[in-house]
Nanobody, 122 residues
Framework: QVQLVESGGGLVQPGGSLRLSCAAS????????VGWYRQGPGMQRELVAA?????????KYAESVKGRFTISRDNAKNTVYLQMNNLKPEDTAVYYC??????????????WGQGTQVTVSS
């Protein structure tokens, strides 16, 4: 069973940047599409970005983050990244990664990790 651990969150001012990492162990991550999700205070968990399996050349994003976030993968390191630029207070949330169905964006697993907290505040 693949295990996923998120890291890289923190406190940043509006307009700042963070790079989140999703490190996998137990199974190659390259054979799975991966999604980044977030859950803000009082909000439902939502998909913010997804990347296809293999080379990871195809990506998609929620409208709220297009042009600001970039998802990528390094299969040699068994890691998926989320580069977040021009962060806004509404980006404040716990961010999670998970194996995903690329077309629907829905996680293919019911289990979630601890996530990593991103707080955007002045």
């Amino acid at each position: 069973q693949v295990q996923l651990v998120e890291s890289g969150g923190g406190l940043v001012q509006p307009g700042g940047s963070l790079r989140l990492s999703c490190a996998a162990s137990g199974s190659p991550l390259s054979k799975w599409p991966v999604g980044w999700y977030r859950q803000g205070p009082g909000m439902q968990r939502e998909l913010v970005a997804a990347i296809t399996q293999g080379g990871g050349g195809v990506t998609k994003y929620a409208e709220s983050v297009k042009g600001r976030f970039t998802i990528s993968r390094d299969n040699a390191k068994n890691t998926v990244y989320l580069q977040m630029n021009n962060l806004k207070p509404e980006d404040t949330a716990v961010y999670y990664c998970n194996l995903a169905d690329y077309m629907s964006g829905v996680s293919v697993r019911s289990s979630w990790g601890q996530g990593t907290q991103v707080t955007v505040s002045s």
